[in-house]
T-cell receptor
Framework: DAGVIQSPRHEVTEMGQEVTLRCKPI?????LFWYRQTMMRGLELLIY????????DSGMPEDRFSAKMPNASFSTLKIQPSEPRDSAVYFC???????????FGPGTRLTVL | AQSVTQLGSHVSVSEGALVLLRCNYS??????LFWYVQYPNQGLQLLLK??????LVKGINGFEAEFKKSETSFHLTKPSAHMSDAAEYFC???????????????FGSGTQLTVLP
């Protein structure tokens, strides 16, 4: 298996622009998680899905952030409009029901100027 | 509520020396405990985990950790450090947040391990 795939790996944008991060979970995994990693706050869970349905989005920082999972093999995290404080590494992870381990993608490093 | 404390944001050891990375947790239910490693510009990779059973768990790359319930600890050790062990290490706890809820991970703040030649 190719593992969790994220794109792009790096994104540089200007404040106010829309940013879309993409994730393809491991085939067959029915849980998908979005995390944000910053120096100040460490790793934070933003939102997670089960069978494509958002279960808990309490970690989403603001209404500027939204996430979707239109099918079992694809999810997006969108920031609109982006702000410099959104600069971070965003990770996607997936897991299979009944298993304990989350598998992480390589992350997207977002820089908002 | 669950939480994880990693003592020491930076640890330096000499090559060949013992590695000890500390992790303490709090959890309202029997926890699942994990150590992940993050190499530069990469995602997190599972090193080892404790769920049930034997409290001393062995992971990849010669690492092991012991679950001590009385101390609420899950420290990571390796007898002899290699240069390739230089990375950031994250301890995480997972417990059930409510009836029918999925187990979720809460991460510690991470420990950056430097291995000196």
């Amino acid at each position: 298996d190719a593992g969790v795939i994220q794109s792009p790996r790096h994104e540089v944008t200007e404040m106010g622009q829309e940013v879309t991060l993409r994730c393809k979970p491991i085939s067959g995994h029915d849980y998908l998680f979005w995390y944000r990693q910053t120096m100040m706050r460490g790793l934070e869970l933003l939102i997670y899905f089960n069978n494509n349905v958002p279960i808990d989005d309490s970690g989403m920082p603001e209404d500027r952030f939204s996430a979707k999972m239109p099918n079992a093999s694809f999810s997006t995290l969108k920031i609109q409009p982006s702000e410099p404080r959104d600069s971070a590494v965003y990770f996607c992870a997936s897991r299979l029901t009944g298993e304990d381990t989350q598998y992480f993608g390589p992350g997207t490093r977002l820089t908002v100027l | 509520a669950q939480s994880v404390t990693q003592l020491g944001s930076h640890v330096s050891v000499s090559e060949g020396a013992l590695v000890l990375l500390r992790c303490n947790y709090s959890s309202s239910v029997p926890p699942y405990l994990f150590w992940y490693v993050q190499y530069p510009n990469q995602g997190l990779q599972l090193l080892l985990k404790y769920t049930t059973g034997a409290t001393l768990v062995k992971g990849i790359n010669g690492f092991e950790a012991e679950f001590k319930k009385s101390e609420t600890s899950f420290h990571l050790t390796k007898p002899s450090a290699h240069m390739s062990d230089a990375a950031e290490y994250f301890c995480a706890v997972s417990d059930i947040l409510g009836a029918g809820s999925a187990r979720q991970l809460t991460f510690g703040s991470g420990t950056q391990l430097t291995v000196l030649p």
